[in-house]
């Protein structure tokens, strides 16, 4: 029977999975998901699943087969069945939905099926390991420190109660050399593979909220993903106009300004960041910038195409530029990166984001490298 019960837990687990990666494109369109996240997992509403079987009806109404027709008639619903969205309020079920609980891990496997995504090969950190401890077992000899009490209580237990000198009433057990257990551990070094992401976002007046929420949606699966990636995973966030400054997660997504956009106050804010905390050598460094391509002028733009080649890119595993469409941005920044770079860089990424539905070709665009 737990043989049993074990397959059907499996079968209906595979199921569950079938359907998310069925609908996954809609859910990364949907900002309903994000805020069902829990610490580790996601709660995904699906339609119920049952599973099929046979119904045996009556034949009072005649069947498929039967009656009055021609060869070819269509066969449809019967004639006097309610359309969906017609007729009054009754007493039957309709139909109800299941909401399952989802790791963040087996969600970035989906994603990473979906999508076809490599896994990185990491540059950071590559010399730097840590040192780890793991206790292995018990040994007869060791350091005091390392003793194990109850272990050695049960040894000299034994032997009391072996030797007939064990006594109930007056129970004293002492231990002696012989019935000492030690700890034995141990020691490797574990290689490690941190990250950081740093987020820029144009905040003047031409972004709006929909085009915040776009980011906000693109940043959750970028998450999401990079943190099967890697065993540490920080995220830094810059908020520009004319001038940038860094802030929290909660102000990245909702502050509104206006004024003009000096894009190069972001990349100048990032690369501060990176000088001070995170050191090329030992960090895997992912930029990603989203703005609606409005730039103040051609002079801060040439600036921006400079540090981006001779001091962003050198130093990063990956910088990508999202453009998000609005009525009121030009679009102009994504065509002088183009025409600056072309091909040429393996480490820029540039994705137009006209939508949501389009936040799924831009994370396989980003992501697709395995950079």
Do not use: C
């Given at each position: 029977m737990p043989n049993n019960m074990e397959s059907?837990?499996?079968?209906?687990?595979?199921?569950?999975?079938?359907?998310?990666?069925?609908?996954?494109?809609?859910?990364?369109?949907?900002?309903?998901?994000?805020?069902?996240?829990?610490?580790?997992?996601?709660?995904i509403p699906l339609p119920r699943i049952e599973l099929p079987r046979f119904q045996f009806g009556s034949n009072e109404g005649g069947g498929v087969g039967q009656g009055q027709g021609e060869v070819g008639d269509q066969v449809g619903q019967g004639q006097g069945q309610p359309q969906p969205g017609e007729g009054e309020a009754g007493d039957t079920e309709g139909q109800h939905s299941l909401e399952v609980d989802v790791t963040l891990e087996e969600l970035a496997q989906l994603l990473s099926e979906e999508l076809e995504l490599p896994n990185i090969e990491n540059k950071g950190k590559k010399s730097i390991e840590n040192r780890q401890v793991k206790y292995t077992g018990i040994v007869t000899q060791g350091?005091?420190?390392?003793?194990?009490?109850?272990?050695?209580y049960r040894e000299a237990l034994k032997r009391t109660i072996s030797l007939g000198n064990y006594d109930?009433?007056?129970p004293i057990v002492i231990p002696i050399k012989?019935?000492?257990?030690?700890?034995?551990f141990k020691v490797y070094n574990q290689p490690v593979a941190n990250a950081v992401i740093l987020y820029m976002m144009d905040v003047s007046g031409s972004m709006g909220d929909e085009q915040k929420e776009i980011v906000r949606l693109t940043s959750f699966w970028l998450d999401t993903w990079l943190q099967t990636q890697y065993s540490g995973l920080e995220r830094r966030y810059i908020i520009h106009d004319a001038t940038a400054r860094e802030v929290d997660q909660n102000t990245f997504y909702r502050t509104k300004e206006s004024g003009g956009t000096l894009i190069s106050s972001a990349y100048r804010l990032a690369l501060k960041l990176i000088e001070d905390h995170y050191d090329p050598s030992e960090w895997n460094i992912y930029l990603f910038h989203f703005s609606d391509g409005d730039n103040w002028s051609g002079n801060d733009t040439n600036d921006c195409m400079k540090m981006l080649e001779q001091d962003i890119m050198p130093i990063s595993n990956l910088f990508c530029y999202g453009q998000v469409e609005s009525r009121y941005g030009s679009g102009q920044f994504l065509r002088d990166l183009n025409k600056h770079f072309g091909e040429k860089n393996e480490k820029l990424t540039?994705?137009?984001?006209?939508?949501?539905?389009?936040?799924?070709?831009?994370?396989?665009t980003f992501l697709g490298k395995g950079k």
């Open positions: 059907d837990l499996n079968r209906f687990r595979k199921i569950v999975r079938g359907k998310i990666k069925q609908e996954l494109r809609k859910f990364i369109s949907n900002g309903e998901l994000i805020g069902r996240q829990g610490k580790k997992t996601v709660t350091p005091e420190s390392l003793k194990h009490f109850k272990r050695t109930p009433n007056n012989d019935d000492k257990r030690y700890r034995s540039l994705a137009q984001i006209k939508d949501r539905d389009a936040i799924m070709d831009a994370l396989r």
